[in-house]
């Protein structure tokens, strides 16, 4: 079946770092875009970040841009996301998606909190 797992979420201080990590398996995960989205409580899910399946090409939501970085290791069958520079807006639950012609599955998520 299958299984997306996000780990790596946490309390952090503005201008701190984490990095989130989400496992897969299930499925041919070379094949497949992966995506972070998140969501924030009273908000819209968002796109945070893109990576293609060979992670040629990434693509961010441009609050982001320059402050998380998508990777993924195919070999691992993991997406990453590096988050720096994180700021109290960023709080959130973010979760990582399988996407090939149609979404695959999602993971439970993973909850960032940023503040004082």
């Known amino acids: 079946q299958v299984q997306l797992v996000e780990s790596g979420g946490g309390l952090v201080q503005p201008g701190g770092s984490l990095r989130l990590s989400c496992v897969a398996s299930g499925f041919g995960f070379s094949t497949y875009t992966m995506r972070w989205y998140r969501q924030a409580p009273g908000k819209e899910r968002e796109l945070v970040a893109t990576i293609t399946s060979a992670g040629g090409t990434t693509n961010y939501l441009d609050s982001v841009k320059g402050r998380f970085t998508i990777s993924r290791d195919n070999a691992k069958k993991t997406v990453s996301l590096q988050m720096n520079n994180l700021k109290p807006e960023d709080t959130a639950v973010y979760y990582c998606?399988?996407?090939?012609?149609?979404?695959?599955?999602w993971g439970q998520g993973t909850q960032v909190t940023v503040s004082s």
């Open positions: 998606n399988a996407f090939r012609r149609m979404s695959l599955g």
